[in-house]
């Protein structure tokens, strides 16, 4: 088992532009592995590479037993809207409501490089839109009013204060 530290907001990585992975090797095998081992230490049930410092388009999900490894994934399609609290590893112990597609189709790569087509919908495609949002530099706080904005910092910065401490 080897565990990634996640990267807490406002960490640069988590704004940087992500790079397609064309190399499907033991070199990425292994860092899926990490994720998988830092997100269950973590208790995530998903984890974009950005978050334990890797500007590389991968992610990973697991919900309700079903584990997804997304690499260069993208959303061809979405549908409706639904409010949902989300979390995120990189914003500990901070929770929010926000909007995410009740749909989705997206297409992306497994580890081996093989080509997959989804269409997906419920929590999942939240859950699915929230990784990949991490992929394009869209974070957690960047889908809340201003107001809620404002409250995350503060609380981040007191938790930071805490540890430090």
Known sequence: MSLRNICIYPNHVLKEPTEAITNFDDALRDIVTDMWD???YYDGIGLAAPQIGLSKKIAVIDYKGEKYTLINPVITEKNGERF??????????IYAKVSSPSSIKVKYQDETGTIIEKEIDGFLAC?????????????LIDRVSNLKKQFIKKKLIKQKSREEN
């Open 38 to 40: 830092s997100m269950y």
């Open 84 to 93: 949902e609290e989300e979390g995120c590893l990189s914003f500990p112990g």
């Open 127 to 139: 859950a699915f839109s929230h990784e990949i949002d991490h992929l394009n530099g869209v974070l």
